[in-house]
């Protein structure tokens, strides 16, 4: 049995057969929940960063943006995925021979490697080196930039 | 002239009508939107949580508001020049598009919300911004910003589903 195939039989199942045929409210309200969750997950984020860049609060040390700001990354974070899951869900098949979808769960792997690895590390020391700290903070937003501009692209190709 | 009559001319101009028609400016467009909402309402949304006290409360109110204006002003620059051209791009269809509208109110709302507090609060934050309790206005002023540029998104999001 091939992936396509355990993806057909998801797609094909009663419960997602029910979901797209839902409200066509159920998946709008989805959509927009995944925008809102990702968007306060950017923007603690984005916040950290600067912070690492040395680009604002420099006189709050890092380690404490970090914390202060980890329940809006880690929710929107847990809101983006859960409804991206379902989007996901709604047509696996659909999505799997979209071309960008490949990329942005590829790099979305990689987002999540190096945030819950480096980021976690630079951001829970208080010593930081800064060309660490820019490094981490330039890839981070990249990577993450990256998973919305192949999400946005989902719709386009 | 109408309103629509207006819109109707930018919607047959030339260049209304290679940018809706372009195979990258307009995706690119509306991901630059999106980068740019990230940076605006994203820092905004921050600044709100901790004027209505519900997250950040161990960071400096004052510095929040003074560092992050310019992050703040140029992500909204982004935003709002990628969100013109799309409306240029677009401008007859989205003139009939309900939840357009409804976001431009919001939008309006929440811009009118922020100079008042910037005029009035912002822009002298170091002297109250510190104090325990803050100030009701300040307090008000971030869950009206909260409120409205939520529904700003929603109905932003939600204007492909009635084209």
């Known amino acids: ?157 | 002239m109408t309103l629509f009559d207006i819109v109707h001319l930018i919607q047959e101009s030339e260049s209304s009508t290679a940018l809706r028609e372009s195979q990258y400016a307009f995706p690119l467009l509306e991901a630059f939107h999106l980068l740019g909402l990230a940076v605006s309402f994203g820092l905004i949304l921050l600044t709100d949580l901790r004027l209505t006290g519900l997250l950040l409360k161990r960071i400096p109110l004052a510095e929040l508001l003074n560092q992050l204006r310019y992050y703040i002003f140029g992500g909204f620059a982004l935003t709002f020049l990628t969100g013109g051209l799309l409306f240029w791009a677009e401008a007859e269809t989205l003139y009939a598009n309900l939840p357009f509208w409804l976001k431009v109110g919001c939008m309006l709302l929440a811009c009118l919300n922020a100079l008042y507090f910037e005029l009035k609060w912002g822009h002298r934050a170091s002297q109250w911004a510190n104090e325990a309790v803050l100030p009701l206005a300040a307090t008000r002023a971030g869950w009206i910003s909260l409120s409205f540029w939520t529904l700003a998104t929603v109905f932003g999001r939600s204007i492909p589903y009635y084209l």
Request: glycine letters at 10%.
């Open chain 1, 1 to 157: 049995m091939t992936f396509v195939q355990i993806l057909g039989w998801v797609q094909d199942s009663y419960l997602i057969t029910q979901l797209r045929g839902a409200h066509h409210l159920v998946i709008e309200i989805t959509e927009v929940l995944h925008v809102i969750g990702l968007v306060s997950f950017l923007a603690a984020l984005v916040l950290v960063n600067l912070r690492l860049l040395g680009f604002g609060l420099r006189s709050v040390p890092h380690p404490q943006i970090a914390a202060a700001v980890a329940p809006l990354l880690w929710g929107g974070l847990a809101l983006t995925v859960l409804t991206g899951t379902t989007l996901f869900l709604s047509g696996p098949v659909r999505y799997f021979y979209n071309s960008a979808f490949i990329p942005k769960m590829a790099v979305l792997g990689l987002a999540l490697l190096v945030q819950l690895t480096l980021y976690r590390k630079v951001t829970r020391s208080e010593q930081v080196a800064p060309w660490l700290a820019q490094g981490s903070a330039v890839l981070s937003l990249s990577l993450w930039l990256g998973v919305g501009l192949f999400g946005r692209a989902i719709g386009y190709v």
